[in-house]
């Protein structure tokens, strides 16, 4: 069943090209809950296969991730502060979390944003906090652009590594188990990345929760 399911969401990326692409990643750094992780890989492979440009890909991930971002900051700045401590759980982002955010933004300023941009999961959040607390948009715009950057370019690169030499893995639910196993070391590459990115925010939140009020 999932490898029909990520069939068709190739055939899918295929169909809609770099709109779909844009669209798709917009969403996911806005509330809507669409992992990155889906939408950069299969459009990767279908570069690899010469219907888009590699770096088409990447680009158009890109300014999806940008244009979604700067969506949910100036929508967070025209709501505000007090909407989002009583409504703010619809969207992903309860009060402690938005304590938090607010903390790390003051803090870590440009660097926190950037790092957050890394990392699954906290990455379409920030933008809310930053838009809230008035960080310069300018600012704000350049360390999500350079940050989706990276993270379209990891994904794109990973996809068109492991799977894009291979199109029989459509149609074969073993050839892609195989080449899945065969790539392990890219994995652990990632993993031991994202370990890493992991471990500074960890501090990084240690140092902003030891500042907030008792």
């Not at 909407?83 to 440009?110: N, S």
Request: hydrophobic share 55%.
């Amino acid at each position: 069943m999932l490898h029909e399911l990520l069939k068709t969401w190739f055939h899918w990326v295929d169909q809609w090209g770099y709109a779909g692409i844009f669209i798709l990643m917009a969403m996911e750094s806005s509330i809507f809950p669409v992992p990155s992780e889906v939408v950069m890989p299969p459009a990767a492979f279908w570069a690899a296969q010469g219907k888009m440009e590699f770096w088409g890909v990447v680009a158009a991930g890109t300014l999806g991730s940008t244009f979604g971002s700067l969506v949910s900051y100036y929508a967070a700045q025209l709501l505000g502060l007090p909407f989002l401590k009583k409504f703010g759980k619809y969207f992903f982002l309860p009060q402690d979390k938005l304590e938090l955010a607010e903390k790390w933004v003051a803090e870590f300023g440009v660097v926190g944003i950037f790092v957050a941009r890394l990392l699954p999961v906290v990455r379409h959040l920030i933008s809310m906090p930053a838009g809230i607390f008035k960080m310069p948009v300018g600012r704000f715009t350049a360390v999500t652009t350079v940050g989706a950057g990276i993270w379209c370019y990891i994904l794109a690169w990973w996809g068109q590594k492991v799977i894009g030499s291979r199109p029989e893995l459509l149609d074969s639910p073993e050839a892609m188990v195989t080449v899945m196993k065969d790539q392990l070391h890219w994995f652990v590459a990632a993993v031991l990345g994202f370990a890493l990115l992991y471990t500074l925010v960890m501090v990084f939140k240690k140092k902003a929760l030891k500042k907030l009020p008792a």
